[in-house]
């Protein structure tokens, strides 16, 4: 496990909700469970501080981070898919973003590809994606942020074939290798599941350490998996047997972990 993934892992569970700051000690003692030095750290700050994640301040002779806006919008995204995932009937409906970015912006419509797929939509062609989730809005977010009104078109539109949706859905996501991830995780962490229903007894350290991963596990989800509607999807997701997996275990290691992490955080005063 990376420091850099694993701060992203602590924003979104816990330091977003306890004022959005931590100050760098703090940071160490978490990541000091999973065998991070904090020199490792300080690398990792000040790698997502350059990157626009993070921003730091400066408070007496100490440090402490928080979100910038941009890591904010990312880590309030991730947090409702993994947290709060919600289910709604296909409304039949495609939303599409089409581009054509000049070479001379390489860079950005580089970045701009990895940032649509992280939020759920497929490459029909090189210049044309596509998601049957309601996205309007991330997709707004995305073209402000990058300033590239000049260079898009949105659309929302049904599919008149040929073919039929599902596969649509087939040609443009890897169905059978995300199915396969969650086959992973299910035989990864159902096993540890049962051994804490049958031994629940866990220090709260162990709980945090074991809770953490289990975030960071389910996280890599955001990468692959796009929370396609179930009409569009094949029998027997694994899916949503991995999500209950998730959902219970968490549940059972929530209240040692949070008792960990409170008594680890060291309250920050307010900035004036």
């Known amino acids: 496990m990376q420091a850099r993934s694993l701060l992203f892992d602590l924003w979104g569970d816990y330091i977003q909700y306890v004022g959005g700051e931590a100050w760098t000690s703090t940071l160490a003692r978490y990541l000091g469970e999973f065998g991070i030095s904090e020199p490792t750290l300080r690398q990792a700050l000040s790698r997502m501080t350059r990157q626009g994640w993070l921003q730091t301040r400066r408070v007496a002779s100490r440090s402490c981070y928080s979100l910038t806006d941009r890591g904010q919008w990312r880590i309030v995204e991730a947090s409702r898919r993994v947290y709060h995932p919600e289910d709604h009937p296909w409304d039949g409906q495609w939303r599409i973003l089409t581009y054509s970015i000049p070479e001379a912006m390489r860079a950005k419509r580089d970045e701009l590809r990895r940032e649509l797929a992280w939020t759920g939509l497929a490459a029909l062609t090189p210049g044309t994606w596509i998601s049957p989730n309601p996205l309007e809005e991330a997709i707004a977010e995305l073209i402000h942020r990058y300033a590239i009104e ?105 209240p040692g972990a949070r008792r960990f992490m409170d008594a680890a955080f060291e309250p920050i005063p307010r900035a004036h």
């Open 150 to 254: 000049p260079y898009v078109a949105t659309f929302r539109s049904g599919h008149n074939g040929p073919g039929s949706p599902q596969e649509l859905v087939r040609r443009c996501w890897d169905l059978a290798a995300i199915q396969a991830s969650y086959q992973r995780f299910i035989a990864q962490w159902a096993p540890r599941l049962e051994q804490y229903e049958r031994s629940p007894h866990l220090p709260d350290d162990r709980c945090f350490v074991n809770k953490i991963e289990l975030v960071h596990d389910y996280r890599k989800f955001l990468f692959v998996d796009p929370g396609l509607p179930l009409e569009l999807l094949p029998a027997g997701w694994q899916g949503l047997d991995a999500r209950r997996l998730f959902q219970q275990y968490y549940a059972l290691l929530e």
